[in-house]
C-alpha cells in the first residue's frame, strides 16, 4: 500500500514503514529470523499473553525467558544453555571418565581430585542458573532423604555435650574416656588397636596401615569445645566420607538436570559407553601381557588379582556390571526404531553391541564370581524383555539356557572356572567359617555396641578389629557387604534413610519411563535399570560403592535413568 512518501512492506518481523527508494536487503544480508519464544532447545510451549517480547529477547540471548505464573516454567527458572556441552558437563564427564584410570580413584589424591571438579561444576551450574542449576524444584522432592543423610553424617562430625554422647552413643562415650584418662593426650584409635592386639595375638604381626602408622598426633582438646566430643570415634574420617558424598550428591542433581535435554544426555551416553569400551580393551590387552605391574610399570602393593586399572578385579567387573546392561539396552533400543533389516546397517547398534561384547569379555576374564552371575541375569532380563509374546518368551529363555550351557563350557578351563571350584571346596571347610561369615557375625556384636548413632562413617576398619574373633587371618577395611557396613557406621537411621531414598528412586525411575505406571520401561531406561539393580545387589557381599570411580559411575547413571523432566516433555524417554 502506497502512502505518500512512505511505503508499507512486509520485512522480517512483521510489518513496518519504509521510506520510498529504499532497496531491500538481499536475503543473504537479512538478519536471522528469530525463533518463536516457545521454541527453544528442541522444546516447544505455547507462549502466554505478555511474554512474546521476552521469548525472543530470551531467544537473542539478552535475557532468560519467563512465563508466567502456572505455566511449566516459573520465572525463578532459566532456559537451559543451547550449547550441547558446556564447562559443567566437561567437568563432570572429565571426572567419571578419568578417575577409572587412577586405580579405581581408591587413592586419596584422586577422589579428591575428581571431588573438587565435581564440586566445581555444580558451583558453576549454580551461580548461571540459581537454583534450577541443581534441579532443586518440585520434581526433586524425593531426594529428600538424600539431604537428611547427608545432615545426619554432619551430625557425627559435630561437638555434643558428653552427657548427650554418653546417650547416644555409651560405648564411643566410653572409648574416649578410656582414652583420654590413660595417660598424655593420644589418638584414640590407638587404644583401640592396643585392646584389638589383646584379643587377638595372631595378626600382631601383621603392619598396621601407612595412615595410622604415621597419623600425627591429634588436635588439643580445646578444639572440640570445653570437653565436647563427637559421636564418631574418629571425626576426620568421618569427615572424609562426608566431603566425598556431598560432592557424589551434587554430582547426581546437575547431571539429573542437565540430563532432561535429550541431545546433551545422548552426548553424556556415548562418552560413558566409549570409557567403558576403553578400559575394557585395555583391561583385556593387560591381562594377556601380565608382568605382575599396574601399567606394566607400577607394582601392586596389596594382595588380589588386579586386572586392567583396578588394583581389585571384582572392582573392574563391578564397574562393568554397569555397562553391559547399558549397552545392550541401547543397542535394543536402536534396533526397535530402524527395525530388524536395517539393525545391521546402523552404526550405533553395531556400536554398542559390539561395546557390551567387548565389555562382557573383559568382565569374564576379571573372573568376579558375582559380577559374571549378574551380568549374566541381567542379559536374561533383557533378551526376555525383548520380546512380547508368551510364546517368543518361553522359545527365548529356552535359547538363554542352551547359550548359558554352551557358555559354561567354554568357561570350563578359564580363571573364572578355577575360582569357582575353589570357592565350593573351601565353603565346606574352616574357611569359609573365618572368612565373610565369621566377620558379619562379629559385624552383628559390633552393632550391639553401636545400635543407635554408629560408631562414624569411615571409622568400620578402626573399630571393627577389636570384634574380630581369635584366629582371624586378615584385617577387615570393610564388611564386604555395604548395607551392614552402612548400619555399623550409620546406625539404623542411615540404613533407613537410603532404603527409603531407594524406594523413592525406583518409584521415580518407574513414572518417568512413561508418566504411567502401567507401561514397561523403555530398552535403554531398562539396561539402565538392570545394571543399577546389579551392583545394588552385589553390594551384599562386595563393596564396589565405596570404590570411588565405581560410586560415582553408579551416581551418574542413576542420574541419567531418572532424569528431571524438561518442561512440556513430561513422558519423554532417553
Given at each position: ?139 526433586a522432592r524425593w531426594l529428600a532423604p538424600a539431604f537428611l543423610l547427608a545432615a545426619w553424617a554432619g551430625l557425627q562430625i ?417
Open positions: 500500500m502506497i502512502g505518500g512518501t512512505r511505503t508499507v512492506v512486509w520485512g522480517i518481523g512483521g510489518l513496518r514503514p519504509r521510506p520510498v527508494g529504499e532497496k531491500l536487503p538481499r536475503l543473504s544480508q537479512r538478519p536471522p529470523r528469530e525463533p518463536p519464544p516457545g521454541k527453544m532447545l528442541g522444546r516447544t510451549s505455547t507462549p502466554s499473553a505478555g511474554t512474546d517480547a521476552a521469548g525472543a529477547a530470551a531467544a537473542r540471548g539478552a535475557m532468560p525467558l519467563q512465563c508466567a505464573p502456572g505455566s511449566a516454567m516459573t520465572q525463578s527458572q532459566t532456559v537451559m544453555d543451547d550449547r550441547p556441552l558446556t564447562t559443567e558437563d566437561g567437568l563432570l564427564l572429565g571426572s567419571a571418565l578419568l578417575l577409572p584410570w587412577a586405580f579405581g580413584g581408591v587413592e586419596i589424591w584422586a577422589y579428591r581430585i575428581a571431588a573438587f571438579l565435581i564440586v566445581l561444576a555444580g558451583s558453576l551450574a549454580l551461580v548461571r542458573r540459581g537454583p534450577a542449576g541443581w534441579g532443586l524444584d518440585s520434581s559435630v561437638p555434643l555435650p558428653p552427657a548427650v554422647v554418653r546417650l547416644a552413643s555409651p560405648v564411643a562415650y566410653d572409648v574416649r574416656v578410656n582414652a583420654l584418662t590413660s595417660g598424655p593426650p593420644e589418638r584414640v584409635l590407638s587404644r583401640l588397636e592396643e585392646e584389638a592386639l589383646e584379643r587377638v595375638p595372631e595378626v600382631a604381626g601383621v603392619p598396621a596401615p601407612p595412615d595410622l602408622a604415621t597419623a600425627p598426633p591429634p588436635p588439643p582438646a580445646a578444639v572440640c569445645g570445653d570437653g565436647w566430643w563427637p559421636l564418631s570415634v574418629e571425626p576426620t574420617a568421618s569427615a572424609e566420607r562426608l566431603f566425598w558424598y556431598f560432592a557424589l550428591l551434587v554430582g547426581f542433581l546437575v547431571v539429573r538436570d542437565r540430563a532432561s535435554d535429550g541431545a546433551r544426555r545422548g552426548l553424556y551416553l556415548g562418552a560413558l559407553f566409549a570409557g567403558f569400551v576403553a578400559l575394557a580393551a585395555f583391561g583385556v590387552v593387560q591381562d594377556q601381557t601380565w608382568n605382575g605391574k599396574l601399567f606394566w610399570v607400577r607394582p601392586i602393593r596389596v594382595e588380589g588379582f588386579a586386572f586392567g586399572p583396578f588394583v581389585n578385579s571384582n572392582h573392574f567387573a563391578g564397574l562393568m556390571e554397569l555397562a553391559v546392561p547399558a549397552m545392550a539396552g541401547y543397542a535394543w533400543s536402536r534396533g526397535r526404531s530402524v527395525g530388524r533389516r536395517l539393525a545391521l546397517r546402523d552404526a550405533r547398534f553395531v556400536l554398542a553391541g559390539a561395546g557390551a561384547a567387548v565389555c562382557f569379555m573383559a568382565a569374564l576374564l576379571a573372573a568376579s564370581k558375582m559380577a559374571t552371575l549378574l551380568m549374566a541375569v541381567g542379559l536374561a532380563t533383557l533378551a526376555v524383555s525383548s520380546v512380547r509374546t508368551a510364546r517368543a518368551r518361553i522359545v527365548m529363555a529356552g535359547a538363554i539356557v542352551v547359550a548359558g550351557a554352551a557358555l559354561a563350557g567354554l568357561l570350563a578351563e578359564t580363571r573364572l572356572a578355577e575360582r569357582v571350584e575353589t570357592y565350593l571346596v573351601r565353603s565346606h571347610g574352616s574357611y569359609f567359617a573365618s572368612g565373610r561369615l565369621a566377620a558379619w557375625q562379629a559385624a552383628i556384636d559390633m552393632n550391639r555396641d553401636y545400635p543407635v548413632a554408629g560408631s562414624g562413617f569411615g571409622t568400620f576398619r578402626e573399630v571393627f578389629v577389636s570384634y574380630m574373633p581369635a584366629g582371624g587371618h586378615a584385617r577387615w577395611a570393610q564388611a564386604h557387604n555395604d548395607y551392614l557396613e552402612l548400619l555399623l557406621e550409620g546406625g539404623p537411621v542411615a540404613l533407613a534413610l537410603v532404603l527409603w531414598l531407594a524406594f523413592g528412586y525406583a518409584r521415580r525411575v518407574r513414572l518417568r519411563s512413561s508418566g504411567s505406571s502401567r507401561r514397561a520401561l523403555s530398552p535403554l531406561r531398562l539396561g539402565l535399570a538392570v545394571g543399577i539393580a546389579s551392583l545394588a545387589v552385589h553390594a551384599l557381599v562386595d563393596f564396589n560403592h565405596q570404590i570411588p570411580a565405581n560410586a560415582w559411575t553408579f551416581v551418574m547413571i542413576c542420574a541419567l535413568a531418572a532424569h528431571r523432566p524438561p518442561a512440556r516433555d513430561v513422558g519423554a524417554d532417553p
